[in-house]
């Protein structure tokens, strides 16, 4: 190992050693005689990369806020379309007059409420019949009714098996 002072001399000798190097490759280069064509077509290639780097640092510059002007460009675009034309409102399929007399269910009833065990509802082929069922009796299924209503009847759907006994029950009009 090397004392710190001779650390600094060692870099001292090494920086000399340098410059007689480097001092010894000027005075060859300055004996090579170029022709003066190869001057004018270095300086014309080195022009020319310098201005390709300028146009794609410039290119490179506008690539994040371009990114971004898109993408707020995108979103107010889809924003816009969504308040302006919201499919809710259009009715993707033509209506279709085989359908359009035809007595079907609205879609937004209520879920069947199971009246036995789930085992049984799937090993039985149950039949749907509509009937309208006093206000009183949903009270034996735990559902709260209203004393003044208790006389009242109430629309219901049922599922009842093949020999009529209620499986499940949804209530339409309550």
């Not at 060859?28 to 201005?51: G, I, K, R, V």
């Not at 019949?129 to 003044?148: F, Y």
């Amino acid at each position: 190992m090397t004392a710190p002072g001779n650390a600094i001399d060692d870099a001292g000798s090494m920086d000399a050693a340098l410059d007689r190097q480097f001092s010894i490759l000027r005075e060859e280069l300055q004996q090579l005689d170029a022709p003066a064509a190869t001057e004018q077509l270095l300086l014309q290639a080195f022009a020319n990369q310098q201005a390709k780097d300028k146009k794609q640092a410039r290119i490179r510059r506008w690539h994040p806020w371009l990114g971004g002007m898109l993408t707020m460009g995108g979103s107010l675009g889809l924003f816009m379309m969504m308040v302006l034309a919201p499919t809710h409102m259009q009715d993707p399929v033509p209506p279709n007059t085989a359908y359009a007399n035809a007595d079907l269910p609205p879609f937004n009833l209520p879920p069947f409420i199971a009246l036995v065990p789930l085992d049984r509802l799937n090993n039985e082929t149950p039949r749907m019949l509509e009937a309208e069922v006093p206000a009183a009796w949903l009270t034996s299924l735990g559902m709260p009714v209203n004393p003044e209503m208790a006389g009242d009847l109430v629309q219901a759907q049922m599922l009842v098996d093949a020999d009529g006994t209620p499986l499940a029950m949804r209530l339409l009009k309550y």
